[in-house]
């Protein structure tokens, strides 16, 4: 008979609902009956477990098989009939949302601080997904948080860890403990997507990837599906071995912190394709050869190109992006006479419109994509889009890039993030700004006109939910745009990001240098937010 343990929980303002569940130090989560507390309040608010499953998997980085333990038997507590959970305490973010929705679970709880740094001075993070696979709503998020600020006792069975090195059922109390291939599901969805012949004899033809997994748990995903069953040579999987600290790399795929990828990918000996994944597998870079694409062309040209693709023959309903990603899938979806949503940051957004059928395909500028397939962006499936385009036009990236310029026109993209600034600073900048939006129409910068600016707000389309306050717009007459936000996933300080768009039909000017084509758009965000002086910063720590 297993008895159930009660201890006193802690309480602490979890987190105000960010952009994806709860983000600290590992430090912070070490702290006796921190993660018990926030798991509890969490458990407090969802409804009853009786005859229910839920999912459980991490990105593997450092501390979360502790954390797996300890969540198996409070979930075991909390009378869930069956619990499923990744081999190794392993699931990356897209194949937890596919478990979650092929095993017909009520929900699952993923430990991952997605590209933030691990290690034991790292990152960790916690985060739950609904039944339909995707991040919790801000309704779920705002209980939970209400809830760690009065949460009383945390219950949790008294038994042994549970192996999770292979697969096996093993019994906590009432719930079934299965241990499972964290691959598998994952898998079969992308098979019912993508023409795997055909990206087959795109290998055997001598195709060339370099898949950087950055250390992370990518890795045996891209792993098993590009060399397992696409018969990419061995080795084009990169950094596949995930390590619990990322090998000390920052698993952002971006040309920053994915440098080595970039420099591998310029140069004579470079290979067709290059690509990477986050720590929690579900950001996507892709590179073609002396070419980057950035996540807002990506989106576009697989939106323009998706019916190229047997999982989407059928065309797509609609598409949506994230505000501060850049219009140029609002272009395509135009042509193709679809629907184009704008929603605020953070995938949790697009749940909605995904579930009720109204979008296909959305992304986000922060190197997320994905669709309808799972309810998560999703790395490794953006890499098989981009394989399966060329293996059925015979176009390599750039070219397919370029076509989709030609076509509508190139928006030029960049962002820049001030990281680590006093709070108390970032919000005084942030406030600044909001005083003077209704002033802005009209008014010139930089020798650029004004057309509208505001502070952006979302009324969910299917759920009539307002979410206010996030993020400031200014909109210039040619369509060029300015976005400024205070990041929701920092855990140092705050985060200021600044993303920058100009748009250009000239195709002559196609060749030239982003940064050289955005410097007006700098001074004039210099100009509205007086970034310098409330950062102490001359220049941004991060550019992408
Ligand atoms: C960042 C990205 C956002 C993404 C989120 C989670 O959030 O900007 O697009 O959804 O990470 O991966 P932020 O720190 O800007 O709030
Ligand atoms: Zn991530």
Redesign the pocket.
Known sequence: MIRIHTQPAIRFEGQRP???GLRKKVGVFQQPGYLESFVQSLFDVLPDATGKTLVLGGDGRFHNREAIQVILRMAAAKGYARVFVGRGGILSTPAASAVIRRRGASGGIVLSA??NPGGPDGDFGIKYNIANGGPAPESLTEAVHARTLEVEAIQCVEAPDVPLDSDAVVRLGATSVEVIDPVADYAEVLRGLFDFDAMRRLFASGFRLRMDAMCAVGGPYAKAILEGELGAPVGTVVNAQPLEDFGGMHPDPNPVHAADLIRHMSGPGAPDMGAATDGDA??NLIVGRNFVVTPSDSLAVLAMHARKVPGYRDGIAGVAR?MPTSTAVDRVAAALGVACFETP???KFFGNLLDAGLITLCG???Y?TGSSHVREKDGLWAVLFWLNLIAVTGESIEPLVRGMWREYGRCVYSRHDYEGIATADAQALMAGLRDQLDALPGREVQGMRIAAADDFAYIDPVDGSVSRGQGVRVVFADGSRLVL?L????TEGS?L?LYLERFENDASRYGMDASEQLGAMVRAAEELAQIRRWTGMDAPTVVT
């Open positions: 960010g952009t994806s997605s590209h579900d950001r994230s940051t953070g995938w986000e500028e922060s997320g936000r990041s929701g996933t920092g985060t990001r």
